[in-house]
Nanobody, 119 residues
Framework: EVQLVESGGGLVQPGGSLRLSCAAS????????MAWVRQAPGKGLEWISH???????????TYAASVKGRFTISLLINKRTTTLQMNSLKPEDTAVYYC?????????WGQGTQVTVSS
């Protein structure tokens, strides 16, 4: 059974940093691309980052324009974990953050972790 569990969210002031983690199980972690998606209050889902391992921790990555240069996605392959380092946070980054994986034709999602950026 595929399971994804996010952690690391919280309340942070503008300009601060947070590191989110997503622990994965139920599939061969290094064979699949992982993504982070967020949903701000009253808005739809926004894809923000994607990584494919190619067998290394910092594989091929892509970012949405809204987070490029501020967020960094990485893999800890031996820990089956995807991380999202978020720096220079802005109030508009406030959202529930989800990791997901496309596995055997289906998308699997974690339960999400709340990030609130406020002074």
């Amino acid at each position: 059974e595929v399971q994804l569990v996010e952690s690391g969210g919280g309340l942070v002031q503008p300009g601060g940093s947070l590191r989110l983690s997503c622990a994965a199980s139920g599939f061969t972690f290094s064979d699949y691309a992982m993504a982070w998606v967020r949903q701000a209050p009253g808005k739809g889902l926004e894809w923000i980052s994607h990584i494919r391992s190619d067998g290394v921790s910092n594989g091929r990555t892509t970012y949405a324009a809204s987070v490029k240069g501020r967020f960094t996605i990485s893999l800890l392959i031996n820990k089956r974990t995807t991380t999202l380092q978020m720096n220079s946070l802005k109030p508009e980054d406030t959202a529930v953050y989800y990791c997901n994986v496309l596995y055997n034709g289906d998308y699997y999602w974690g339960q999400g972790t709340q990030v609130t950026v406020s002074s």
